[in-house]
């Protein structure tokens, strides 16, 4: 049973450019979480995707948007890259609709995808 | 909104020692709690939560914590630590929404060294 995978695994990208990330959820998930962690800092939740559409967003600009596959998988796309977003991305995934005797809505956190701006 | 405050940067204990990680929280009503570990280079793994009930939780690899409610704490503890118990530990605050899903608020982490 595979877990949640992402790719790339590293990506260095020039500012002013735009970057699309990649995240496969767990088998059996709906829906897809993505979040940035800065160095020496926690993860901030950036958007949450369920059938298709997105469900609820942090406090990110209009730069950050995202896509929700009828597979599950789902994209993360930054346009107008700032140094500031040199981060890693990690994307996380649960099921909207638990059994009660898994882990309730659980998210299973992918290995992330470091971006560098420069 | 809920927020998270880990008071400790870096934690170091020796092998064997028994660890106790702080985590304090804000919110208005009691909240999901969550503990997730993040080794060099991986992405998070839950080693505890708690939803309700039983305010001490048992979690993965020997780590257990406890809410306390009167002092908004969730603190991660673990009689005995060992060496491959060294990373970055993250402690999560999640308001409950219907259905019962949540989006965890993080904390800034502890990294925890241990020494031989």
């Known amino acids: 049973d595979a877990g949640v995978t992402q790719s790339p695994t590293h990506l260095i990208k020039t500012r002013g450019q735009q970057v699309t990330l990649r995240c496969s959820p767990k088998?059996?998930?709906?829906?897809v979480s993505w979040y940035q962690q800065a160095l020496g800092q926690g993860p901030q939740f950036i958007f949450q995707?369920?059938?298709?559409?997105?469900?609820q967003r942090g406090n990110f600009p209009d730069r950050f948007s995202g896509h929700q596959f009828p597979n599950y998988s789902s994209e993360l796309n930054v346009n107008a890259l700032l140094l500031g977003d040199s981060a890693l991305y990690l994307c996380?995934?649960?099921?909207?609709?638990?059994?009660?005797?898994?882990?309730?809505?659980?998210?299973?956190f992918g290995p992330g995808t470091r971006l560098t701006v420069t | 909104a809920q927020s998270v405050t880990q008071p400790d940067i870096h934690i170091t204990v020796s092998e064997g020692a028994s660890l106790e990680l702080r985590c304090n929280y804000s919110?208005?009503?009691?909240?999901?709690l969550f503990w997730y570990v993040q080794s060099p280079g991986q992405g998070l793994q839950l080693l505890l939560k708690?939803?309700?009930?039983?305010?001490l939780v048992q979690g993965i690899k020997g780590f257990e914590a406890e809410f306390k409610r009167s002092q908004s704490s969730f603190n991660l503890r673990k009689p005995s630590v060992h060496w491959s118990d060294a990373a970055e530990y993250f402690c999560?605050?999640?308001?409950?929404?219907?259905?019962?899903?949540?989006?965890?608020?993080f904390g800034r982490g502890t990294s925890l060294i241990v020494h031989p």
């Open positions: 996380a995934s649960s099921l909207a609709a638990p059994n009660t005797r898994d882990r309730d809505h659980e998210q299973y």
């Open positions: 088998s059996g998930h709906d829906t």
């Open positions: 995707y369920y059938e298709e559409e997105e469900r």
């Open positions: 919110y208005g009503a009691t909240p999901y």
């Open positions: 708690y939803f309700s009930g039983d305010t």
């Open positions: 999560a605050v999640g308001a409950p929404r219907s259905g019962g899903s949540y989006i965890p608020t």
